[in-house]
Each structure stands twice: as C-alpha cells, then as structure tokens.
C-alpha cells in the first residue's frame, strides 16, 4: 500500500492509494459543497446539480455520458449530503484512465435549459420516493428540527415548491461559486498507475480557475424541540432523536462512533437488549453522524404507535444509566471488535477504501492508513467514552416522530 | 489471478464448499437451510423467519445472553435472510474467528433451545416486520408482486404472513423447525481466507453425525391473478412488473441475462433512458432477472406520482416487448462489458463469494468459475439472443401497485 498526493497549481488535490494486489479501482471526485452551502432561496440546488452533471458538457449530451460510462463496465454514481457532493466509479484497471477523463470532464457542465427543465420531474419524483420511505423522512425531519436555524438543518432534497421555483441561472451561478479546484479533492484507490492518473487530471483539469470559497463552520447545540407528523399511509410510529455529538476533526470522534454501537448497534447493544430482544421494539439503532466543525447522534426506532410511551421510558432509562454508570470495559471491547472487523472487510474493496481515504482528506486534510485508524480505535479507553457521555448529555435531544393519522 | 475451488461432502450429503480469496484478512460463511418460505407447511408462512430468530435465543450450554454476547464478541457482520427456498444463516468477520463462529452456529441449528418463553418475543418481531413493511411501499410492491407471479408456494412472502404468524404456537413451530432443519440437504460455503481442511474437520465434527437427507419433492400450484392494486395514501404509485424468464439452469439463460442488462443494465439501458432520461417519469426505474430452481422472470420496479403512472407501466411494457424486434450491437457490447466488469468486482468481496458458490451448487449441482460465465457471456450474439426472445416471448405480465392511483393492465 503506498500514498501519494499532488497539489496543482490551482490548490486541486490529487491523492491516491495504490494496492496492486486488487482487480479494480476507484475514483471519485469530492467536492466540498452541499445543502449547508445553500441560501434558503436555492435550497435543494447542490443535489439538482449533481443529477445535471449527468447531463453532459458542451461536446457530450447526456445519453453519450451514459454510454460512455456503460461501454467501460463502470460501477458509478453520486450522492450529495449536507456538506459533500462525491462523484465515483469503480471500474477495472484497464479503464480507470477512461473513466477519471470523463468524470473530470464531467465536472466543467452545460447545465442546458431543456435538461434542467426535464430533470425538474426527476427531482421532484425523488423528493416524492423519499415521503414514502418513513425510516429516511423521519431522520431527514428530525436533522432539520435539530439544528433549527443553523445551516446543516437545510434539507438535502429541497421541495416541490422550492425546486419548481429554482432556476437554471441560479443553478449556474451557485456552480461556479462552489466547483472551485481549491474546493475539491480527486481521490484514486486500488490497482492504478499513479503517475498516468496525474496526467490524465491535470491535462483536463490545470486550467480550471481557483475561486474565494467559504462556509459557515459554527457548532450548534441543537433545538432540543419535539414534533409528531401523522399520515394516513403509515402503520408504525417512526421516532428519531437527534442528539449533540462531536465533530469529524474532533479527536474524541472515535470514542464517539464506539458509543453509538454500544449503545445501538443492531445486535448485542443496549439497544437490542432492552428493546428488540423483548420485542418492545421491531428496530433500534443509533449512529454517529459527524460533520464539518459540528456533529450529532441520530437515533432510530420503530414500534407501534401504543409501545411509544414504554420505548422513549427504556431509552431514557438508558441515557441515565449511561450518564450514572457509564459504559463497561466488556461493552468496550466488544464494540470495538466489531469497529475493526467492519473496517477490515471494508477496506478490501478499492471503492469501500475510496471514501474513507476521500473523506479523511476533505475533514483532515490529511492521509491516513487503515492501520492508523486501527490503533486509534485500540486506543480509545473506557474513561473517554465515559467523559464524553458526560460531556454530551444524552438525556437531552430533539425528537420528531412520523405514524399513523388515527393515533 | 487462478481460482480456485473447494468442495468436500459428509457421508450425511451436507456440501461443503470453499473459495480461498488472496490479499484478504476476512472470511465469509453461509449455512444454506432448506427451510424458506416455500418450505414452510401449508398455513404457516412467516414460521422461517421466527425460527431464525428463536433458534439463537440460547443453545447448547448457553442461554439467550450468553449467545449473544459470544456472536457479538467476535465482531460479526452477521447476513441472516428467508429467501423462497433456503434459510440462510451467514456472516463476515476476521478470519481468525471462524472457528469459534461456527462453533455457535451450529449450537444454533443442532441445539437450540427453543423454549416457550422466547417464543412470545420472536414471533411478535416476526410480525412487526410485517407490519412494518406496510411503511415501506416500495420493498412490499415486490414482495407482493413475487408472490402473484410465481405458482404457490414458490413466490409465498419472506416476511411472512398475519394471520399466519397469529396462529402459529411454540409446539407446532418446533415441529417445522425439527422437520426443515434437514442438514443432509444444507449447504455451506466459505470465501476469503481460511484453511479448508480445518474446516471440513470442523464441520465433520460438528455436523457429521446428524442424519441423510429427506425428500425435497413440493407441490406445486397455481399461480394468481394478472393485476393487483393495493390502495395506499401515499405520495407515489409504486408498480412492480414481472414477466416469464428461462430459469438458471435453461440453455438460454446467458442469452436472457444479456437480454435483461440491455433492458436495464445500466444507465445508458433503455428503461432509464426511455423512462427517466427522455420523459422524466420516474426517479427510481429498474429491472433485474430474478431465479429460483426451476422458474424465472424478470421483474421491475417503478416509483412515479399518480398521473404519471398509467404513462410509465405502458413505457415500460412496450420495453420488454421491443427487444425481440433487435438490439443493436454496442448495445450488446456495452451489456457484455458491465456483466462481466461486475462478476470481477463482486469476485473482491468474500461475502458475495460465498453466497454465490453457495446458490450455484444449489440451482446447479456445482459451481461455475468466473472463467465459464465469462466465455458464455462473450459467447451470446445479437442473433441468439434475439432468437431466445423470439422462442419465449414476453406476452403475459403480471402487475403489481401499491398507491393513490390504479393503473389499467391490457
């Protein structure tokens, strides 16, 4: 395994990680942008965006860019979050060189009227599949109501009214605020020649025009509200809780991702015992969801509308006992197995090891090994998992639930 | 690279299957039981999935927690699932722990302990899950859609069904476990790094003294009607299509599974380009070949807003039926390269190992090397599979949506 990273002359990064032994590799375009970027007029337009770039370049109309990716057997897609637009594929060696051209042509758009104008529908279709998907809709709710006025409650979709609204114009402007060079990281792992790889971005991306990026990078505690929405199509009551957590730079984030799996991992943690194995609950978990300079716990339950009132005393009958008793060295332990067999299987696959590697550049600016974020998890202690309970406060959170109108 | 693979039968006729994997620390396993919902007694659908939870609530010297706490101290990422004609029972994890793994997985399936008041528990989760799939319109169009497309009791629900999950009782669901839990007919396989001789001596230990297998014979039905529409508030029509398809085990089966990836391979296929890139009808468009021993079809899902489903369903037939009037040849090549770009890829990951060799040995009595699909695949021409459509064409369609608006079926 060995690293590599260049800097253009326009503040692009190119970083690889190279693995002969593997039969593919992964490239994927990073681009630090996304719905906490967005002024409420053009909420939604980071993920509009990313669907147009899909939509081709001058030279390339949309059904070639499709082809093109086809005629190379490449696995590929984009998502867009709060913070980060990334755009990969994994592919076979012999086409990687082929697939970072086009992604990096990709990058510099024709964003025409008439594929913004009939996109619009699939926006909407997707905004429409997600309000019938309960497990999304509720965390996606409870995030908003969480961070109340501060950027990263900014819906990641946008709605009809709000998508209806958006113009191309806008579109454009926003794109070349924020596909800055100096804003992007392009990322290779796998079986590839790092030098080829070098050239093949520079020659397509070098002339790019470096911009002033900025982003609002304040914590924020969180509302601590609480809201029920019914609807009519629902059967089980969904409740997320959004708890305060750490950051993605914050050291203490991996005591943090421990913490949640102690607590709600799918199998063997507070959680499960309490909830699921007596069938108080069909399904608990909780997850660490760290973002740039802020972060939170996001939790998930699904039960009937009745058991509400037995579930919530369970769960926080487990916050107190967390904040009194703290976690055991047994809980410990077994989390943290299951940390390093996770990551282990993960980082056998090029595209698995693609975004860590992206994403500890884009947080870290930093490269760092499989083996590294190894030991940081053998480090973690008992006592930091226990001084970060304390210092979190999880009897305290916001709450949204979703179920059903009758209830 | 040179594959590789292993194989070793008990005397009982439990297979054991191995596909040793260079440059990886992990290891993946799969018990395949043939116990899945088609398997399951008349009036009893759903019995699957709570003996897939009851069997790990204590077994052998150990009781619920204490199984529990042994699984999840060994950092598993366990892959239970019903599927229609086997129970599966797998994880990955690092391969230092195999051993011991197995070790609890067979105090799971040979000694379990199946007491009455872990009843009560597995079965409420067995029914919620059914419950909760109401919430899910787009898992359930499919669920709904495999049980009317394929002849009772192939297509039967792998959530299980209300009423029968109510009726089911501790006594009666011991007897299907103690009848489906058929270890002359179980399937194992194992992918990543491991020691295969370990292994089998482990799992001769383990598993050699149970007995031979039991017949695999099933009664075969009918199947139900054409359209279906189960009315629902939601935003979307969700609509699932399914039409007959050359099992697995059929001579045209490489030419269907080329036919099927021009349809929707990938995003330059015609179904995301007809559907979603020239018309804008859908965000979520797919079509996938879907096999069990000895049916097959191939199915789609669509999820659109209400005045655009009629529009979309008529699309998306008017796909299927086209393809036999000719594909072009970069369409082919385009097909050939993603199918086998894909096999490659999956062929990294040790869990999708074995759950492949796992379902070969099964739909084929062995396993096929990436180095035969891969020739068949690059063996298929516009001709034969135009030919395959023409000698099976898609004439009959069976319809299902979930939503605010029906759709009209021809």
């Given amino acids: 395994m060995q690293f590599e990273r260049k800097e253009l002359s326009n503040g692009l990064v190119l970083i690889g990680e190279i693995n002969p032994s593997t039969k593919s590799a992964a490239v994927g375009f990073f681009v630090r942008t996304g719905s906490r970027d967005e002024t409420p007029e053009i909420n939604g337009v980071s993920h509009f965006l990313e669907h147009m770039l899909f939509k081709g370049t001058d030279a390339l109309g949309a059904l070639e860019v499709n082809e093109a990716f086809d005629r190379r057997g490449a696995q590929f897609n984009a998502f867009t979050s709060e913070e980060n637009t990334v755009y990969y594929a994994s592919v076979l060696p012999e086409y990687l060189l082929d697939i970072t051209e086009l992604w990096a042509e990709l990058m510099r758009p024709a964003l025409r009227d008439d594929d913004f104008d009939m996109e619009k529908n699939v926006i909407k279709e997707e905004i429409a599949m997600y309000e019938d998907t309960p497990t999304f809709d509720v965390i996606d709710r409870c995030r908003t109501l969480h961070y109340g006025p501060h950027p990263c409650g900014n819906s990641v979709l946008g709605t009809v009214a709000g998508i209806d609204a958006l113009t191309a114009d806008q579109m454009r402007r926003y794109f070349a605020r924020r596909y800055a060079p100096n804003n992007m990281v392009v990322a290779c792992s796998g079986n590839f020649d790092w030098g080829r790889f070098c050239a093949t971005v520079e020659a397509r991306c070098g002339r790019w025009q470096p911009q002033t990026v900025d982003r609002l990078l304040t914590d924020f505690e969180g509302t601590r509200a609480s809201e029920r929405l019914g609807k009519p199509s629902l059967n089980r009551e969904h409740v997320c809780l959004v708890h305060t957590g750490v950051s993605a730079q914050d050291p ?18 507070r959680y499960y015992w309490e909830l699921v194995d007596k069938a108080i609950a069909e399904a608990a978990s909780m997850h660490f969801g760290p973002l740039d300079g802020t972060g939170i716990f996001y939790n998930y339950l699904r039960c009937s509308h009745a058991a509400v009132p037995r579930v919530m005393d369970i769960v926080t009958g487990i916050f107190r006992g967390l904040l009194r008793d703290g976690i055991s060295e047994d809980e410990l332990t077994k989390a943290r197995n299951k940390v390093l067999s996770a990551l282990v299987i993960k980082n056998e696959l090029p595209m698995g090891r693609l975004v860590d590697l992206g994403f500890n550049w884009m947080y870290l600016g930093q490269y760092r090994s499989v083996e590294e974020d190894v030991e940081a998890i053998k480090a973690v202690r008992v006592e930091e998992v226990n001084t970060l309970i304390r210092e979190l406060d999880l009897s305290r959170f916001t709450q949204y639930s979703l179920g059903p109108t009758a209830a | 690279m040179e594959q590789k693979a292993d194989r070793y039968v008990l005397n009982n006729g439990m297979v054991l299957l191995g596909e040793p994997m260079g440059g990886v620390e992990s290891v993946a396993f799969e018990f395949m039981l043939p116990a899945g919902a088609a398997r399951m007694p008349e009036g009893a659908c759903g019995a699957a999935n709570v003996i897939s939870d009851w069997i790990f609530r204590g077994a052998g010297d150990r009781d619920n927690r204490q199984l529990g706490d042994a699984l999840d101290g060994l950092g598993l990422q366990r892959s239970d699932s019903v599927g229609s004609s086997h129970l599966s029972f797998g994880a990955a994890l690092e391969s230092s722990n195999l051993a011991e793994a197995l070790t609890l997985h067979a105090d799971a399936i040979l000694r379990a302990h199946l007491r009455d008041e872990e009843f009560m528990p597995a079965r409420q989760l067995a029914l919620e899950g059914v419950l909760a799939l109401d919430d899910e319109p787009r898992q359930k169009v499919m669920v ?64 050699g003294d149970c007995p031979g297998p039991g017949s695999e014979a099933l009664d075969i039905g009918t199947r139900e009607g054409r359209y279906t529409h189960i009315p629902n508030e939601g935003s979307q029509v969700h609509i699932g299509v399914m039409t007959d398809a050359v099992p697995f085990t059929g001579e045209d089966y490489y030419d269907i599974r080329l036919a099927t990836s021009v349809l929707s391979g990938g995003m330059s296929a015609r179904l995301f380009t007809e559907v979603r890139e020239k018309r804008g009808l859908c965000y979520a468009i797919g079509a996938r070949y879907h096999s069990l021993k000895d049916a097959a079809g191939i199915m789609c899902y669509a999820g659109t807003t209400p005045e655009k489903a009629q529009e979309t369903l008529d699309v998306i037939v008017a796909e299927f039926r086209r393809l036999a009037e000719g594909i072009g040849d970069e369409e082919l090549d385009r097909a050939k390269v993603g199918l086998k770009s894909s096999l490659i890829m999956q062929s990294e990951s040790s869990g999708s190992r074995a759950g492949a060799i796992g379902s070969d040995h099964y739909m084929l009595g062995r396993v096929r090397s ?41």
């Fill in chain 2, 144 to 207: 709904e859609l495999r049980k009317r497309f394929y002849p009772a009791p192939l297509g039967r629900s792998t959530v299980g069904e209300i009423e029968d999950l109510e009726r089911l009782s501790p006594d009666r669901t011991r007897e299907v476990a103690k009848s489906c839990f058929d270890i002359g007919r179980t399937i194992f396989a194992v992918a990543g790094k491991y020691d295969f001789d370990a292994v089998c001596g482990q799992m001769e230990s383990l598993f």
């Fill in chain 2, 370 to 410: 990436l180095e035969e699909i891969t020739e068949r695949i690059d063996g298929t021409t516009v001709d034969s599979i135009v030919e395959a459509l023409k000698r099976r064409p898609f004439n009959d369609f069976t319809v299902v949506t979930i939503g605010p608006r029906e759709v009209r079926v021809e």
């Fill in chain 1, 252 to 269: 203490r984030r991996f005591a943090a991702s421990l913490l949640s799996l102690v607590v709600g991992d799918d199998f063997g943690s």
